[in-house]
Nanobody
Framework: QVQLVESGGGTVQAGGSLRLSCAAS????????LSWFRQAPGKEREFIAA????????NYADSVKGRFTISRDYAKNTVSLQMNRLKPEDTALYYC????????????????????WGQGTQVTVSS
């Protein structure tokens, strides 16, 4: 079992920055992918970014590439998402998710392949 708790959401003006954190606990995450998804009202949940816990390899959706950075901190057992140059269309509920062995399987973008989810943290970007 893996517990994931997100924090760091809030309201920011367009062009601003926010940093989300996901605290993981419960078991070793070696071999797992830790990812961020988001879901805007009336839209499907979409993949944003992923990292492998063991090696730090990363993968980003085109919509956030160059603006968002995912990273992990072994000492704090957290995965963070630094979001810069935010846009109103980035407004959504952001989720942290963990999937075992999926980083290299081609399934990163498929939410159904993930085993554990956090409760989400709201990000609102005003224009």
């Amino acid at each position: 079992q893996v517990q994931l708790v997100e924090s760091g959401g809030g309201t920011v003006q367009a062009g601003g920055s926010l940093r989300l954190s996901c605290a993981a606990s419960g078991r070793s995450l070696s071999g797992w992918a830790l990812s961020w998804f988001r879901q805007a009202p009336g839209k499907e949940r979409e993949f944003i970014a992923a990292t492998t816990w063991s090696t730090g390899m990363t993968n980003y959706a085109d919509s956030v590439k160059g603006r968002f950075t995912i990273s992990r901190d072994y000492a704090k057992n957290t995965v963070s998402l630094q979001m810069n140059r935010l846009k109103p269309e980035d407004t959504a509920l952001y989720y942290c998710a963990a999937g075992r062995g999926i980083f290299y399987s081609g399934n990163l973008y498929d939410e159904h392949k993930y085993d554990f989810w956090g409760q989400g943290t709201q990000v609102t970007v005003s224009s």
